[in-house]
């Protein structure tokens, strides 16, 4: 009998496919860092005065914005005082507990937050609050 010698295996050389590794990784960097800023706001840019409350308040129904020249804005809109108090009353009919957010600049006129809190008193709006950033 004749034997043959057993084919010899080799130690393979596992090699890890380093490339597409960082690719995978880079495109999930890219979709975390876009994703992360998806966030749009609306309307003109606002700088919120400082606040000395204790946290962020929490999202209402209509967000009101009042820029720095005084402009109303309601979502992307600008608006005038007229129209944002039938915008307001129309919300206050359909919800008894309607809420506002004010986001006013830290710049603004108390003239223009007056003419949204006088828009609100009129409507009826039950609950207004007012967007600041919280001191440190």
Known sequence: MIR???PHRA????EVAVV????????LLLYFLIA??????EGPEIELPLGGGPGQPEPAATAIMVDDTGALWLGAHEVTASELRQRLLDLSQGSPTAAVLIRA?????????????EACQAA????????????R
């Open 4 to 6: 043959l010698a057993a």
């Open 105 to 117: 600049d830290g710049r603004a006129q108390a003239d223009a937050l007056q003419i949204v809190l």
């Open 124 to 135: 009826g709006v039950g609950e207004i609050r007012l967007a600041t950033i919280e001191s």
């Open 36 to 41: 992360g800023h998806l966030t749009i706001t």
């Open 11 to 14: 130690a393979r050389d596992v």
């Open 20 to 27: 597409p590794m960082i690719n995978i990784v880079f495109l």
